[in-house]
């Protein structure tokens, strides 16, 4: 488990392990916040992001966007509770997690934040979107059977489907390849959870990753050939790389007592989003893709920015 957990429990888990009702973020001091942007990221790019800026009292997050250099932040939403966990389509639209309700439930929108569509309606849980290439559907773990499995819908939310049946695990974090053919998930089916990969219909699965630790949130590259991931496998959490078929690890991050979670790849493959606690309190950052060039894109000395999405 992570310790980026607000201690009232009330939200979903950014980087937690277990994703069953969950929270965002870890209670911490309150204050103003800057948005001074602290170096280029090498992409002319947009990101879209969670953070608790604009609510310094209450640390629930709403959704902003960002270009890759840390300039011309927007804020697109603005509702109680948290809204977290967003991937942008290649129709440009956005899906994310919101608590704004009550429970979890997944929601879309434009970039701009209009044309805001709850997709799914339940007293479950249903978290963590990730849009089919096409944007035709969205897969998303969800607690509404019991146990945490995936699910895969129309983008409209109609005609949810389960993929994963392992009545005694948690599978969540779906993650679909970018030619659509198959879906990356994690699951502790066999233990601690590790990477699988299974067919987009939720057939064959395949352990890709093994290890003490936890292997959490497959990011895809562009070309499908590798993916990126946080494990706390070498004590606290850091980013790795891997290729699609579970060979070629590499070890991306390396700060000692410092935590690095939920890498997300830029459309041209050359750069990986995240956020880190490396500076202090929780910020987005980008790298090259072999872990070199890391460059801070967001500065809210009192708040926290988490789950950095590249627009594809």
């Not at 979890?104 to 434009?110: A, L």
Request: a negative charge; glycine letters at 8%.
């Amino acid at each position: 488990m992570t310790p980026l957990v607000r201690s009232s429990r009330r939200v979903f888990t950014v980087c937690t392990v277990c994703c069953a009702a969950s929270s965002l973020l870890v209670a911490a001091a309150c204050g103003s916040d800057e948005n001074t942007p602290t170096g280029t990221g090498g992409s002319s790019s947009r990101l879209v992001f969670a953070s608790s800026r604009d609510n310094p009292a209450t640390f629930e997050l709403d959704l902003y966007t960002v270009n890759a250099d840390g300039s011309d932040v927007r804020r697109i939403t603005t509702s109680p509770g948290d809204d977290g966990e967003p991937t942008w389509s290649t129709t440009g639209r956005i899906a994310f997690t919101s608590s704004r309700d009550g429970n979890n439930e997944i929601y879309s929108m434009n970039a701009d934040g209009s044309d805001v569509q709850r997709l799914t309606n339940n007293t479950a849980n249903d978290q963590q979107p990730s849009w089919s290439p096409d944007g035709s559907h969205i897969a998303f773990a969800s607690n509404r059977d019991g146990n945490f499995e995936i699910y895969v819908m129309n983008a409209d939310g109609t005609n949810p489907v389960r993929l994963t049946t392992a009545p005694s695990s948690i599978e969540n974090g779906p993650r679909w390849s970018p030619d659509g053919s198959r879906i990356a998930f994690q699951s502790d089916r066999d233990g601690n959870f590790e990477i699988y990969m299974m067919n987009a219909n939720g057939t064959s699965p395949v352990r890709l990753t093994n290890s003490p630790g936890d292997d959490l949130f497959a990011s895809w590259a562009p070309t499908g050939q590798r993916f990126a991931f946080h494990s706390n496998r070498d004590g606290n959490f850091e980013l790795y790389a891997m290729n699609a078929d579970g060979t070629g690890l590499t070890r991306l991050t390396n700060v000692p007592g410092k935590n690095s979670y939920y890498p997300s790849w830029s459309s041209d493959g050359k750069r990986i989003a995240f956020h880190s606690d490396r500076d202090g309190n929780f910020e987005i950052y980008t790298m090259a893709a072999d872990g070199s060039d890391v460059v801070r894109v967001t500065n809210s000395p009192d708040a926290f920015d988490v789950f950095a999405a590249w627009r594809p």
